[in-house]
């Protein structure tokens, strides 16, 4: 079955910068599209950065050119660099995999990691 673990999470200091990874098994991994998303208290789950199946990026205005994501096909590991971290970026992050193409930062994806904590202060 399909399985996603994160680490990487943690709390800093505005400014400041985290990378979270997250390896996937049980998934044939360069066919699969794959994402980050978060979901603060209060507010609604939404899409970060996403990479497709053929590797085209896309992010959500708010952490463009703060964030970078990539992945390690050969470690089945997907990765999000945040750098320049602010208060607002606060929140529960969750990677996601579906496979195919073409779900960017919607919610469609159909395997979620658990999720680790980003505090930002």
């Known amino acids: 079955h399909v399985q996603l673990v994160e680490s990487g999470g943690g709390s800093v200091q505005a400014g400041g910068s985290l990378r979270l990874s997250c390896t996937g098994s049980?998934?044939?991994?360069?066919?699969?599209?794959m994402a980050w998303f978060r979901q603060a208290p209060g507010k609604e789950r939404e899409g970060v950065a996403a990479?497709?199946?053929?590797?085209?990026?896309s992010y959500a205005d708010s952490v463009k050119d703060r964030f970078t994501i990539s992945e390690d096909n050969a470690k089945n590991t997907l990765y999000l660099q945040m750098n320049s971290l602010k208060p607002e970026d606060t929140a529960m992050y969750y990677c996601?995999?579906?496979?195919?193409?073409?779900?960017?930062?919607?919610?469609?994806?159909?395997?979620w990691s658990p999720g680790t904590q980003v505090t930002v202060s």
């Open positions: 049980g998934y044939t991994y360069n066919r699969n599209c």
């Open positions: 990479v497709d199946s053929d590797g085209t990026t």
């Open positions: 996601a995999t579906r496979r195919g193409t073409g779900y960017g930062l919607s919610l469609a994806y159909k395997y």
